[in-house]
């Protein structure tokens, strides 16, 4: 096993690695795609759960499914339908959907009558009272919902890259099977598991780099 001081050498020269970035922006890229496309059709829903109430029987059941049913299943599911490049994206807006509508939707219902109420009253647009009623009152659901949904689209996305393998990824650089075929190959059988190792880093600066985004944004929007 590597020492921490071999470690911390490592990490200062990965970035020079060839394909590292390019594997690091493919991820990225890819999971929040799907990060986004769940904030978007999360709160379409909710929007529409909130109106019409029927919506939300409907919407209940798939929504207890998704949250309740293995990650694993899932991809494994979806392996057969997506092709392994845009599998992580659609797993991690998967996984995200049922956490952002119900903290938008639990938003929506809170929101106060009398609020509305006065607006009806002062006749203001559409934009208006979305910017002076709605909006105040679900930021704090929202930053909830986006604090909840980045570690699990980060968590998922990578799972799914990990069992498609798509080439360029971070979870290629750290499938299992592609390091015992390759070791195989170059004839380095016995050392799969110092070669995980070494891989595995860039995971952890991927994690890193992830973290930092997300708490910027969360900054952002807490200004």
Excluded at 104 to 127: I, N, P, Y
Excluded at 144 to 151: E, I
Excluded at 179 to 188: D, E, I, L, Q, W
Excluded at 191 to 202: Q, T, Y
């Amino acid at each position: 096993m590597p020492s921490p001081w071999s470690v911390l050498v490592r990490l200062s020269t990965l970035w020079q690695v060839d394909g590292f970035w390019q594997a690091v922006g493919f991820s990225i890229s890819r999971i929040t795609v799907g990060f986004l496309l769940a904030l978007l059709g999360g709160a379409l829903l909710a929007i529409g759960a909130a109106r019409f109430p029927i919506l939300e029987i409907l919407l209940s059941p798939y929504m207890l499914t998704v949250k309740s049913v293995p990650v694993a299943s899932f991809i494994v599911l979806m392996f057969t339908w997506f092709s392994p490049s845009s599998l992580s994206g659609f797993i991690a807006a998967l996984i995200v959907l049922p956490t952002v509508y119900n903290n938008l939707l639990a938003g929506l219902r809170s929101v106060d009558r009398q609020m509305l109420e006065m607006a009806e009253v002062f006749r203001f647009s559409f934009w208006r009272r979305l910017l002076a009623v709605y909006l105040p009152h679900l930021r704090p659901y929202v930053l909830s919902a986006c604090s909840l949904a980045a570690g699990l689209a980060w968590k998922s996305g990578v799972a799914a890259e990990i069992i498609a393998v798509p080439n360029g990824s971070i979870g290629n650089m750290i499938c299992v099977n592609n390091v015992v075929a390759a070791c195989a190959t170059a004839g380095t059988s016995g050392k799969e598991g110092k070669i995980i190792r070494i891989n595995a880093i860039p995971t952890a600066i991927y994690s890193v780099l992830v973290i930092l985004i997300l708490a910027i944004a969360l900054f952002i929007l807490k200004v």
